[in-house]
């Protein structure tokens, strides 16, 4: 059996390393978001002794969210990167020039570069910020607390909450860093954006691409807006003991379904008492007004567009005297509001 020769690639390129993209959601979800919540709980847990130190906390927190959602920015950023290419190798396959599209792709390299910046600038602010927080709260928490009184910080479970704070601080930004040798390394090979057209890859080639591309825009796909729901949560965090909410929908629900149900009552009432009423000519109903006989010769129909209730009789004519069954206050408001309107 022959051995297969690994495939080179001469005109095409490669997408990203996937790993710190998504090991940044990873973190954010499985370290920031927990070891925040439970310093969160345990500060709020002694609020009506200490509540400027939840205060303190909750601006830290607003802080977290703020610049954790720039890392999610790269990541939406690399998605974008791999929706761009997809349009190069589309071209590509259509044998049209590729330039244009190619451009786009460095242009987008670029912005998950400065992007990926952003990022790391935002981690170090946090950085500052939550330590500084640790230091007041730490600081007012000696006060209210007699010297060497265990702390809500100095738990065993807190302090290694937030020791495991800084380090995912520290793993973020290397994991940004990253992401930007991946985006400069994607910039610098798309810089000649006619590349491609000087030198058109194999059949075999683009399809390898059009796998590997298509296989990273899966595994990002969307990531970064579920980091946005997790930094929101960050600071907005889902009660701990919510209400039955589906209790509420469904008597929301019952109230409603009540209320369509009398309104398709009432509309059938409406139709059984207006076809209930004897067919009245003109002349009874109006008087011997050659004017008034004119107007009601194509009266409006005050039931149209309601559901037929299946009788025979027409009830285009309503009169305004003889014998009628009786109607309810409201449904006779509705009659007559319903009914045509004639100026004598």
Known sequence: MANLQPLICTSLHLPPDLQPFLRIHEISLQSFLPNVDRLRLAL???QSNNPEASDIFFETRKVLKEELQKCFTVIQAAQELAYR?????KVLSEEKPTQERLGEVYVGALAGMECSREAQQGMAVFRREFESAITRVTAILNTKYEIGTKTLLTSTENTQAVSEILTTIDECNELLKQCNREFAKLAKQTRDVGSIDSNLPSEEETQLMRAKWQTFHDNICDVWKHGYKISNQILYPILDNPPNASERRKSRKNVSLWRILFQRQDKR??????????AIGPEVAFGTSPELQTNVTNPVNPTEGLVSSGTTEDHDNIPTKGTSPKIPPFRKRLFLFLAPKFIV
């Open 85 to 89: 290419y997809s349009r190069v190798l």
């Open 269 to 278: 009432d409406f139709i059984r008492s207006t076809n209930a009423l004897p």
């Open 44 to 46: 709020e847990a002694d």
